[in-house]
């Protein structure tokens, strides 16, 4: 028996063969979730997202930059908190006999402090056998000055809008004969306006 096929016929087979076959090649989808952190707050600054959680990496150091007591590594490391949309108090009528304060800033570093030098932060993991031994980490401000933990840094002045506080640290070895070991440490900071 042969097939008769006419022009409508192929035409329909033609048009199915190019439309998808039913549920086969549907659509499908995919997700996932977005978790949104943060806070409101009535303080005069807000910190920057990008200032929440700093991370410095130190680098390596030699064993041999730590052997005496006192010694420290030659270069700082570099880092900054940001504080954004800052409003500060309108000094323009400030006169002698009433003066306005400015808004200034203060910065508290708050950790673990070393054994040797309770100003510096102690570091290792935990005092495990990979710990260097007789290191720390000494924390500076943008002048240059020892920032103590637990101790405020020195005020500054605040500017309307953004402001970047700026501050540095130092593999230090308050009692020399450093060991080789991980030296990673973990400060948290609170800002403090006035």
Known sequence: MKAKFNTKTLLAL??????????ALAATT??????FSGKVVTSACA???????I???MGE???ATLAAA???????KAFSIVLEECEIADTSASTEENPIAATTVAVTFTGTPDSADANSLAVGSNGSATSAQHVAIRLYDEQGNVVKLGESAAAVPLRTGSNTLNFSA?????????TAGDASAVATYTVTYS
């Open 70 to 76: 006192g010694s420290e590594a030659s270069t700082a």
């Open 47 to 53: 910190i920057s997202a990008g200032s929440a959680n």
């Open 170 to 178: 130092k593999y230090y070895s308050p009692e020399g004969n450093a």
């Open 61 to 63: 150091v030699r064993t």
């Open 30 to 35: 995919s997700g996932g979730t977005v978790n």
């Open 55 to 57: 991370d410095v990496d």
């Open 14 to 23: 033609s048009i199915a063969a190019l439309l998808p076959a039913g549920s």
